[in-house]
């Protein structure tokens, strides 16, 4: 196993798209949560809208503010907030800022393979 990963900052923002690298998961030796570095550039958000997931979900925002909704209410999240979406609770996160937003996604336990990640919600 890999002790120290590190986060190609230059591929991330290579790219114009939604974009996340792994750096922690089931396929890396993953027991009891995923990590991952997301960019989010303007005008983007959650593939799924809005959605639920059987696990905890934490987003660390290291840059630009991403808006979030979480049960039905909306908030700004800048760069060293920390972002709880509790396992079941409906939830979606967006990009309407002039920057891109990068942010480490943590889930806890690791999600079942043979499970859908993301929920919809009507």
């Known amino acids: 196993m890999d002790y120290v990963r590190r986060v190609d900052f230059d591929a991330l923002l290579r790219t114009d798209e939604r974009t996340s690298q792994s750096l922690l998961d089931a396929s890396s030796g993953a027991g009891n949560c995923a990590v991952s570095c997301v960019k989010t550039p303007h005008g983007l958000g959650s593939p799924a809208g809005l959605h639920t997931h059987l696990v905890d979900q934490l987003f660390y925002v290291l840059q630009g503010t991403m808006?979030?909704?979480?049960a039905g209410i909306t908030g700004s999240a800048?760069?060293?907030?920390?972002?709880v979406f509790p396992a079941g609770m409906p939830h979606r996160n967006w990009n309407d800022g002039p920057e891109d937003t990068i942010h480490l996604a943590v889930v806890a336990p690791v999600p079942q393979a043979d499970l859908p990640f993301a929920t919809p919600v009507a």
């Open 78 to 83: 800048g760069p060293g907030t920390l972002v």
């Open 67 to 70: 808006t979030v909704e979480i």
